[in-house]
């Protein structure tokens, strides 16, 4: 059965200290990689598409990297406003690509 | 652009009854996708429609439904509530396998 795997389930960091989240999937056939920010409150706020091993992207103080069974998002001199929970997910192809959440990784900076 | 609007935000329902939930996509898209967050289970599927028609449906019981119109504004409907359907419904649109876009959700409180 495809699963998408997310540790840690918390971590708290302060504010400048660099760290990184993983996502670990098993699936037939990876057609892409998703990371979503989900702020309190609201919806899951689209990051990066990854769809190959060895594809990186970069959105200010975050990379996302994928290997053929994980992925990171690397958090690098975080801020307060980077608070927020991650979510990766993976689209599960069925009569359309239907994306896979993991359960995330809440992260908490502190200043 | 205009996001994805989803309303009410918030609804407070007693057990046994029904509810229903408004979605209307971003402008142009023709796919809506709903999923149910919850802390304990995460992000979980309910289904997808397409140009008006059921494309996918995920693992849940028939008292969740759902349509959608010929303007791609969809519902979704929940009968019979029960204390654990209370949850964080969200709506999304995409298009292929590119990244979701989400509303904010409407929190649904059943008591």
């Known amino acids: 059965e495809d699963q998408v795997t997310q540790s840690p389930e918390a971590l708290r960091l302060q504010e400048g200290e660099s760290s990184s989240l993983n996502c670990s999937y098993t699936v037939s056939g990876l057609r892409g990689l998703f990371w979503y920010r989900q702020d309190p409150g609201k919806g899951p706020e689209f990051l990066f598409t990854?769809?190959?091993a060895g594809e990186e992207k970069e959105k200010e103080r975050l990379k996302a990297t994928l290997t053929k069974k994980e992925s990171f998002l690397h958090i690098t001199a975080p801020k307060p406003e980077d608070s927020a929970t991650y979510l990766c997910a993976v689209p599960v192809v069925g009569g359309s690509y239907i994306p896979t959440f993991g359960r995330g990784t809440s992260l908490i900076v502190h200043p | 652009k205009a996001g994805v609007t989803q309303t009410p935000r918030y609804l407070i329902k007693t057990r046994g009854q029904q509810v229903t939930l408004s979605c209307s996509p971003i402008s142009g898209h023709r796919s809506v996708s709903w999923y149910q967050q919850t802390p304990g289970q995460g992000l979980q599927f309910l289904f997808e429609?397409?140009?008006?028609?059921?494309?996918n449906k995920g693992n849940f019981p028939g008292r969740f439904s759902g349509r959608q119109f010929s303007n791609s504004r969809s519902e979704m409907n929940v009968s019979t509530l029960e204390l654990g359907d209370s949850a964080l419904y969200l709506c999304?649109?995409?298009?292929?396998?590119?990244?979701?876009?989400f509303g904010s959700g409407t929190r649904l409180t059943v008591v």
């Open positions: 429609y397409f140009s008006e028609t059921q494309r």
């Open positions: 999304a649109t995409g298009e292929d396998n590119y990244g979701y876009t």
């Open positions: 990854l769809y190959s």
